[in-house]
Each structure stands twice: as structure tokens, then as C-alpha cells.
């Protein structure tokens, strides 16, 4: 099994529980991590037996523009997406990262990640 990792999507998005969230907004990273046989790609130098990174960068950036409350949400939708649109991919990881969240004192960053 190999994997490929496309780390730190960077986005500005309204996510969070707070009114001042859903206008200020916060600054966001996405991780994605595939895991698979891509030994297709590895010999035949074959974009099409592996990950699109272009494909993946879509999905990311359409699925935080969509506001939600709580981080955990928005994983699971880019999650499923990708799971349908990368069907060969055996295991998917996403990690959303929030930086700065407002929690009345120093908090550098709250990440949530899932794997399916």
C-alpha cells in the first residue's frame, strides 16, 4: 500500500459557533491523505491510476466555502467526496486545522481529523 499526502490547503472561511465567526470568518488548513495501490501510476506514469491533486484542491475549496458550525461536519463532507470521487483509493484521511479559534484565551489551533 502507498500513500499520498496533500498537506496545507490553505482557505479563509466561516466555520464556528460564534455570530463573529459566520462574518469575520477564520483561516483554515486542509490535509488530505489517500491510501492505496498506486502502483499503476508508480510504472505507467499514468495520472489516472492515482489522485488528481487539481481534483482535490476543487473539492476542499468548494466544500469550506459552504459555512458550517462546527469543523466536524465539514470533514466528513470532503470525506465522502472524495470517497466517490476517488473510488480506487482503499482509505482517505482528511484533517481540517483552525487557526486562532476564539475561546476567551491563547489557543494556537484546533484540528479535527477522520479517516474512512
Given at each position: 500500500?502507498?500513500h499520498?499526502?496533500?498537506?496545507?490547503?490553505?482557505?479563509?472561511?466561516f466555520?464556528?459557533?460564534?455570530?463573529?465567526?459566520?462574518?469575520?470568518?477564520?483561516?483554515?488548513?486542509?490535509?488530505?491523505?489517500?491510501?492505496?495501490d498506486f502502483?499503476?501510476?508508480?510504472?505507467?506514469?499514468?495520472?489516472?491510476?492515482?489522485?488528481d491533486?487539481?481534483?482535490?484542491?476543487?473539492?476542499?475549496?468548494?466544500?469550506?466555502?459552504?459555512?458550517?458550525?462546527?469543523i466536524?461536519?465539514?470533514?466528513?463532507?470532503?470525506?465522502?467526496?472524495?470517497k466517490?470521487?476517488f473510488?480506487?483509493v482503499?482509505?482517505?484521511?482528511?484533517?481540517?486545522?483552525?487557526y486562532n479559534p476564539?475561546?476567551?484565551?491563547?489557543?494556537?489551533?484546533?484540528v479535527?481529523?477522520?479517516?474512512?
Amino acid at each position: 500500500m502507498q500513500h499520498l499526502a496533500i498537506r496545507r490547503i490553505e482557505c479563509h472561511s466561516f466555520h464556528g459557533c460564534l455570530k463573529e465567526e459566520s462574518v469575520i470568518g477564520s483561516r483554515f488548513s486542509v490535509d488530505v491523505v489517500f491510501s492505496g495501490d498506486f502502483y499503476g501510476a508508480i510504472v505507467n506514469d499514468d495520472l489516472s491510476q492515482t489522485v488528481d491533486y487539481v481534483e482535490v484542491h476543487r473539492i476542499v475549496r468548494e466544500e469550506m466555502a459552504v459555512a458550517s458550525k462546527l469543523i466536524e461536519h465539514v470533514a466528513g463532507r470532503i470525506l465522502n467526496r472524495m470517497k466517490d470521487r476517488f473510488p480506487r483509493v482503499q482509505s482517505c484521511r482528511v484533517e481540517i486545522t483552525k487557526y486562532n479559534p476564539p475561546v476567551n484565551g491563547q489557543l494556537g489551533e484546533a484540528v479535527f481529523s477522520i479517516e474512512g
